[in-house]
């Protein structure tokens, strides 16, 4: 029923004339938007199929959004690809997408073996300029059906293998509207987007902001002091971060002031912010709102939002996550799926015209999180009288590290693929400036136990097992250090995803009667003392 | 994917405790009002197959609300039936949507031929409160579909008969989300209910208060003092009514001062307000938005807003119904369904998830409005360029009387009925009381024509060719007049159907060259000098 064209077309009939974006010096009416968007609909629509996929490579700008908007609205897939991510998965990604163009503000010479991936490379530059202008318009929208994946949004997985998850036309409309139940924009909000596009928290805004008439700021990375000049600059009212850009903007704001009055609200997610870093932000942010979320790329993105969060300060309110959003249900149940009591802890399953269709090619693992309708999150948490969800764990063993999220076991993987680690356990410690860190505890071969041997008999989990079997013959430990094994990390990882801190120790990990690496025990005591709802 | 029982569900799980309703002395929170619902729909399962049809026939009440929310929660359809029609156009409502029980606070002994009509019918007093106590609690929303018909709302037809209107879960979730992003509620608003609800703008905001947390508070009619002294008494923030209301709070307010500084929104609809109207409105109510809304029963019911209407005053925008409600697209085409230039008068489609399905067991009515998705709304209009729709006439020659829509078609029809007419005409004229009063010119037999011919060899139009031909002999026309006629409708419709004023004329109506009655000529002097769109 609805589509990405929706909003595009009521912008165009409503706000014509209005200012619609900022990037730099660029700026764009709702009309240049709209308009542009039809060019590269009729460019997309030339050169591909029904159903390809489009992928783009590229830090944020108005061609970014551009192809964001246009892509699903010509019938085909946008793929954002994450610019932090390392060859090897970029690779991964494009080959199982099976992209046909590749769009990306990056030289041919940094690409590498990607352009030979796809059948095109465009810059997103002059090349895409011309592209668009000698296309012809397309009519936004045409044969596309709400019930049509609109992207393809790559995330890491447990198991280490990236996973594309597909948002339908009707998923991203739906949270567009749930989310406006919390974030409530008019045709007067300037909202200023500081996550990278590629992340959900980047693009989220987009169809509400162009619905509803409001203006969208875009930079091509977070950087407090000029963001909080440009709120000054440009009158923003709304943005969106994570607890580790309240804390730089705090300090920022702290050391040289702006006047920040038109900051009417702040949305942040991707962690819980602790009370001090509340009551920091709404000292130097005093006219701001302060609004938690908490989602998952799987729910396009949003799950559940508490309004108000600044007169929490103080009270175990601020460790939630907030109440499910309008238009979205949640359960916390146990095993057999049965609603616990409030207040008892279990596994976190969300329902709602939100939810992801499943992931691109990968029936098995959709049907282990999408049962009789309901996402199966992962996460454990309980809810609490007033129907606040308080996430006490993640199942899946996520650390987020400067707003990017980090899969444990895809870094475990990685350092199973060193023939010198034994046994590995990676978990999130604090860290003041990227909210967490990751650290890798490592056992290496012949140090602990005799080489290739499982300890004391346990049962190491199966993901284990298999990496537990090296590429390559053992080399000799004795010349392996935590440097030679963050370098054998960053060749298969991203950056943001190679451990911070490598401890290597020679006694066994902790292990449950069960065989499972007690990650608690291991991370227990970095979080000693530190206020924060995931133990 | 969502269904009525969403927001029920909701709103125990975030605010049990939290006030819900006031219905006079009778007050329930959430956690009540869901947990009487439950019960409610307990006992309509028992009662009842599922798609079967539940009538009622009330004032407003919270029972009534618990009806129209249980019903649809219960996975059967909720009939509001008009309180005001007569006795003939009940049964043809309740005959032709075959419901099994119609709830009622009428005595019996009102109720005459119509409970022959239904197996059963209960009493919304001591009877219902039984039956609700004895039922067992029903899982809401179990085995609904959001593509299920949640109700039939009935219409007045142009064909005289009335039509129920199909809405489904999703027709009215998406409704409610569409409504929120122009009227956003919040736990903290209370919404007064002005209209009543067996009409869409008397339940149309029932979904939205319960998802956000709201409280609504219910009378069993419009009166401008008690309203006043409510919205002073339970600092009312919200809410919607007809301009015929704004008059009378207006006037009374001028009256008799009250502190109304918590209304701060006040929707209107159904008709235009005048610049003057809403001027004298925020003089007396100057904390209050005012936000102008345009709809129909088959949008479930919204198509248009405009916000801060107030900031118009004195503006060709006042009497613009607004902007297509984000969610909903709209259209101004020409008779081949061309889109028109911006300015250019044609008639107003409308489309969107919200959309009903069609008229209940009337294919062919439903094909004629509902043609590819979009939904022809008969009603003439142009878009000016910031995309505000300006009504022009109403196609379907829709009077809207207090907030009533009467269709003149079915008012000729009635006096057809009659056996000395010869030929009539209805329209509204300007009244300052209901904003617009039903008129009637009539030609009575042996006037002006030579008995039963066809006046000047004009062609009738269809309906009332079929109506030309007399229930009865001719009587003596002589002893006819207007307060006969007046009479012989209020047999036929509902008291606010009835026309106001009769003229009887003697010479022939005027008509167009392919024999249409020219009704714009007739209507034309009573509405010279009066700022009004709909001409």
Redesign the interface.
Known sequence: ??TFA??L??AE????DAPALVDGSARFCFGELVERCRRLAGAIRAATQRGDRVAVLATNSHRVLELYLATPSAGRLIVPLNTRLAQPELAYALKDCGARILLTDRPASQLGPLSGLVERVIGLGDDYEQWIASAPAAELGADVDENDVAGLFYTGGTTGTAKGVMLTHRNKL?DT??L??CV?I?ADDSWLVLSPMHHAAGTFQALLCI??GARQILIPGFDAGPVLDLIERERVTVIFGVPAMLTAMVDEQAARSRDTSSLRLMGYGAAPASSRLLARFHEQFPTTELVSMYGATELAPMGTAL?HMERFIGTDRVRSAG??I??V??RVVDEEIKDLAGGEIGQVIV???NVMKGYWNKPEQTASVLRD?WYHTGDLGY?D????LHLVDRAKDMIVSGGENVYSTEVEEALYHHPDVFECAVFGVPDPRWGEAVRAVVVLRGEATPDGATPDGATLDGAALDAAAPDAEATNAKATNAETLREHCRELLGGYKVPKQIEIRSEPLPRSAAGKVLKRELRAPFWKGHERSIS
Chains 1, 2 share one sequence.
């Open positions: 029923m609805l929706d909003p077309i009521r009939q409503c706000f014509s739906a509207l749930h406006q139940t409530r008019t619905w509803l309004e109440r499910a309008a238009g249900r949640i329902r709602g015209p309708g809810l009288a007033e129907g606040c």
